[in-house]
C-alpha cells in the first residue's frame, strides 16, 4: 500500500503470517491477525509449501487448479452429493 513491490517468496509468504501489517497490498484492509507464537517452524515450512503447491500466483482468483480438481466439486456437477 505504500507504492513498494515486494516478490511474494518463501519470505513474504512467511512474513505475511507472521507480521500480516509489513506489507499491506493496495486496496486491502490489513484485517489479517498475526500468527506469531501460534505456529511453529514446520507448520509454517508446511503452509508455505502447501501455498506454493496449489499453483496460484499472484492475481489468481483463487478458482484455478486447485478448485477445478475437486471430487465434491465434480459430483455436484453430475447431480451426484
Do not use: C
Amino acid at each position: 500500500s505504500d507504492g513498494s513491490s515486494v516478490l511474494a517468496d518463501d519470505i513474504y509468504i512467511r512474513d505475511s503470517i507472521l507480521l500480516p501489517d509489513k506489507q499491506v497490498v493496495a486496496g486491502y484492509a490489513p484485517v489479517m491477525p498475526s500468527f506469531q507464537g501460534q505456529a511453529s517452524e514446520d507448520d509454517l515450512l508446511a503452509l508455505i509449501a502447501y501455498l506454493k503447491s496449489t499453483g496460484l500466483g499472484p492475481g489468481d482468483s483463487g478458482l484455478g487448479k486447485a478448485q477445478a480438481a475437486s471430487p465434491v466439486r465434480e459430483e455436484k456437477k453430475n447431480g451426484r452429493h
